[in-house]
């Protein structure tokens, strides 16, 4: 068994380019970084960033109407205030429903949250999670992220249900949806910017 080693290592050594020896080596500490669980988050959540792409505006004639019902869906932020949705109507509003645990909504984090920084003053973001407000904030100091974060207190109108995260809806300030993405996107992309300002300077 040893010689049937010794005589593999010696063929890749001599054949195998200088290229073909460095993407060898870098594919096995992949593999291996993959069973560590502490770093098979942050490699997955690499990979969907790398691959996500701008989200598509939803045809004017499929837009859904956010109907008066929802205007009492309850929420409280993680600095302990109450809200009602209605709190936030005149202004577009990204709603975001995410994870600490989940690699596609920790890979779209650092995007939301250089969009927060662009139009913080003009848009309403909550992002919307079940975990304990602890679980949270040691999330966010860790990750140097400052985003509004919020908590559910009441039922989740039908119309922002969803069984998957992440689950983004915007809102535009006329109470339609504009956009309604499920899984991870390029938030932070032309596209989504010239919508935001769209609504903003309507």
Request: proline share 6%; charged share 25%.
């Given at each position: 068994?040893?010689?049937?080693?010794?005589?593999?290592?010696?063929a890749?050594?001599?054949?195998?380019?200088?290229?073909?020896?460095?993407?060898?080596?870098?594919?096995?500490?992949?593999?291996?970084?993959?069973?560590?669980?502490?770093?098979?988050?942050?490699?997955?959540?690499?990979?969907?960033?790398?691959?996500?792409?701008?989200?598509?505006?939803?045809?004017a004639?499929?837009?859904?109407?956010?109907?008066?019902?929802a205007?009492?869906?309850?929420?409280?932020?993680?600095?302990?205030?109450?809200?009602?949705?209605?709190?936030?109507?005149?202004?577009?509003?990204f709603?975001?429903?995410?994870?600490?645990?989940?690699?596609?909504?920790?890979?779209?984090?650092?995007?939301?949250?250089?969009?927060?920084?662009?139009?913080?003053?003009?848009?309403?973001?909550?992002?919307?999670?079940?975990?304990?407000?602890?679980?949270?904030?040691?999330?966010?100091k860790?990750?140097?992220?400052?985003?509004?974060?919020?908590?559910?207190?009441?039922?989740t109108?039908?119309?922002f249900?969803t069984?998957?995260?992440?689950?983004?809806?915007?809102?535009?300030?006329?109470?339609?949806?504009?956009i309604?993405?499920?899984?991870?996107a390029?938030?932070?992309?032309k596209?989504?910017?010239?919508?935001?300002?769209?609504?903003?300077?309507?």
């Amino acid at each position: 068994m040893i010689e049937y080693f010794r005589k593999k290592w010696i063929a890749w050594k001599t054949r195998k380019s200088i290229t073909g020896k460095i993407s060898d080596v870098v594919f096995v500490m992949f593999l291996i970084a993959m069973l560590i669980p502490a770093s098979r988050r942050e490699i997955s959540a690499f990979m969907i960033r790398i691959i996500s792409v701008a989200p598509e505006k939803v045809k004017a004639n499929e837009q859904k109407f956010v109907t008066a019902d929802a205007s009492k869906w309850q929420l409280i932020s993680l600095e302990g205030e109450a809200f009602q949705f209605s709190d936030f109507a005149g202004k577009p509003i990204f709603i975001n429903f995410w994870a600490t645990w989940c690699p596609p909504c920790v890979a779209e984090l650092p995007e939301i949250m250089d969009l927060y920084l662009a139009y913080r003053d003009d848009v309403v973001f909550l992002l919307i999670t079940d975990e304990s407000p602890e679980t949270v904030r040691a999330f966010m100091k860790q990750k140097n992220y400052d985003l509004p974060v919020y908590f559910i207190q009441s039922s989740t109108p039908e119309i922002f249900g969803t069984s998957t995260i992440p689950a983004t809806f915007v809102v535009s300030p006329d109470n339609k949806i504009v956009i309604e993405k499920r899984g991870a996107a390029k938030w932070n992309s032309k596209p989504m910017h010239k919508l935001l300002d769209e609504m903003v300077h309507k």
